[in-house]
């Protein structure tokens, strides 16, 4: 379980730090480019909803 929380932790620590490095340069043309953002978006969200469910049956098969 204890390998779990450093799993969780480490993610989170990677996830912040991207997330700022992403964030640190502005798109000039975001508000024209709404159809791609919206694609990105959603494959993000499907990326993580996936990954996310792959870590609960890790976790429930392992407990």
Do not use: H, Q
């Not at 992403?22 to 508000?31: I, Q």
């Amino acid at each position: 379980m204890n390998i779990m929380f450093g799993l969780i932790t480490f993610i989170l620590i990677i996830s912040v730090i991207l997330t700022l490095i992403v964030t640190k340069k502005p798109d000039e043309d975001y508000s024209s480019s709404t159809k791609r953002n919206t694609i990105n978006l959603s494959l993000i969200y499907v990326i993580i909803i996936v990954l996310a469910l792959i870590s609960l049956g890790i976790y429930i098969w392992l407990i």
